[in-house]
């Protein structure tokens, strides 16, 4: 299994989060996509949360320790407090939270802070047995996470250990590690998908770019007429796999070419198209206007 530095780790997810593909991610980094689309798949493609240095707005451990010899000695909240420039209301939570006047130690209490902060906590559905009964009966009947966090509100309105998100319950079935439900009942979502992916569409990256390409705004006025043949339309007829047909559609006539596209790459598709184009005579081939797919999923028709 191919190891990444905390750093590659990092940059895979924040790039992953601003919509680009494992493939150009992988290249930016010199790494196999493999490797990434393994390293987002062990997590379900949830980001891990990040471990961020302690805020200077909490106590660190040297305070504590000032903190427990104030306790010791007799001193009151509000006198330490000052001391450390903190409020007195910091330090009575900090010695309320961690046992008493009495019980308060630093180590102790910085022990029992980090493993409070410390995340991923266990997921609700892994402490709940009935929850989860409930959630997994409800996913094997078809219902969507949606639909079972609002069912759970109104059926259990007064039993708040009933009520659960539907981001939880997506959690838990992306992320194993979280526990509760079933890894095969992420096939009852309608998507049927077992990895988180991006909402929205993905930024267009470059692909299928054609050199010297002519915008649709700077075709003649001829074109849209349709009175002169010889004015084309293309278009890919995507098939199983990477195999797809490509269309030529004449604009007069309506005349239609179809050929054949082994592999629909900007040059396969230009050096096939342009083999059957040229087999008619030149008065019939004047332009082909030709709808370029961006990654967003919409089209942008350029002119050549």
Same mark, same amino acid.
């Given at each position: 299994?191919?190891?990444? /530095? ?14 680009? /593909?494992?493939?150009?991610? !992988?290249?930016? +980094?010199?790494?196999? /996509?493999?490797? =990434? ?9 949830? !980001? ?59 180590? @102790? ?15 609700? +559905? ?8 409930? =959630? ?44 509760? +439900? ?31 390409? =002519?915008?649709?705004? !700077? ?10 043949? &010889?004015?084309?339309? &293309?278009?890919? #007829? ?5 195999? !797809? ?10 005349? =239609? ?22 087999? @008619? ?10 709808? @370029?797919?961006?990654?967003? &999923?919409?089209? /942008?028709? #350029?002119?050549?």
């Amino acid at each position: 299994m191919v190891q990444f /530095s905390p750093e590659e780790r990092t940059q895979i997810w924040d790039r992953l989060a601003t919509g680009q /593909s494992m493939r150009s991610i !992988a290249r930016g +980094l010199g790494r196999q /996509s493999s490797s =990434v689309r393994q390293l987002v798949r062990r997590t379900g493609g949830v !980001a891990p949360p990040k471990v961020e240095a302690r805020s200077s707005r909490f106590l660190s451990l040297a305070e504590r320790e000032e903190i427990s010899r104030g306790v010791l000695t007799g001193l009151s909240c509000r006198v330490i407090a000052a001391q450390l420039h903190r409020s007195p209301s910091t330090i009575c939570r900090e010695i309320t939270r961690n046992g008493s006047v009495i019980s308060y130690r630093a180590h @102790l209490a910085e022990r029992d802070t980090i493993a409070r902060a410390r995340r991923p906590k266990a997921a609700k +559905l892994a402490l709940s047995p009935k929850l989860r009964a409930v =959630v997994e009966a409800k996913l094997e009947e078809r219902w969507s996470p949606q639909q079972i966090s609002a069912w759970l509100s109104m059926t259990y309105p007064d039993s708040k250990e009933m009520h659960v998100s539907h981001e939880t319950i997506y959690i838990s079935l992306f992320v194993q590690g979280r526990g509760g +439900l079933r890894r095969q009942l992420h096939k009852a979502l309608r998507t049927g998908r077992a990895q988180r992916r991006r909402r929205g569409p993905y930024p267009y990256e470059g692909q299928g770019h054609i050199p010297a390409m =002519v915008l649709i705004s !700077a075709r003649p006025a001829e074109v849209d007429d349709r009175a002169i043949p &010889g004015h084309w339309e &293309g278009d890919l #007829i995507m098939g199983r796999g990477k195999s !797809a047909i490509g269309t030529l559609v004449e604009r007069n006539t309506r005349y =239609v070419m179809l050929f054949p596209v082994a592999r629909p790459t900007a040059e396969i598709v230009r050096a096939q198209m342009t083999q059957k184009i040229m087999k @008619l005579p030149m008065q019939l081939r004047k332009s082909i206007t030709w709808d @370029l797919r961006k990654g967003d &999923g919409t089209t /942008s028709p #350029i002119h050549y």
